[in-house]
């Protein structure tokens, strides 16, 4: 079973940027697509962006396209999210997500999930 932990999350400006880091443990990183998620406060988690096992397929929400960008780095068993022109509403708790295709990439499917990671952006 692979296990998960998330870092880079805090405080940043509208405009501004944060990178988040997912390393994971155990099991074959190798082996799962990837994916972001966020919750904010009141509202159900939500999909960010995924990630194919070989990097060559990406998918984002339609809220973050062309801000944020995902990747991986196979070797190091990391995948990260860079968020650039940060806005007020991408405030929310980050969870990193494990899974077996990037095609079903969807809450109720997900059985690896990381201990998420605050990100507050202020206006």
């Known amino acids: 079973q692979v296990q998960l932990v998330e870092s880079g999350g805090g405080l940043a400006q509208a405009g501004g940027s944060l990178r988040l880091s997912c390393k994971a443990s155990r099991g074959t990183f190798s082996g799962y697509a990837m994916g972001w998620f966020r919750q904010a406060p009141g509202k159900e988690r939500e999909f960010v962006a995924a990630?194919?096992?070989?990097?060559?397929?990406?998918y984002y929400a339609d809220s973050v396209q062309g801000r944020f960008t995902i990747s991986r780095d196979n070797a190091e068993n990391t995948v990260y999210l860079q968020m650039n022109s940060l806005k007020p509403e991408d405030t929310a708790v980050y969870y990193c997500?494990?899974?077996?295709?990037?095609?079903?990439?969807?809450?109720?499917?997900?059985?690896?999930w990381g201990q998420g990671t605050q990100v507050t952006v202020s206006s």
């Open positions: 990630l194919s096992q070989n990097g060559g397929t990406t």
């Open positions: 997500a494990a899974h077996s295709t990037v095609l079903t990439m969807r809450v109720p499917s997900i059985r690896y």
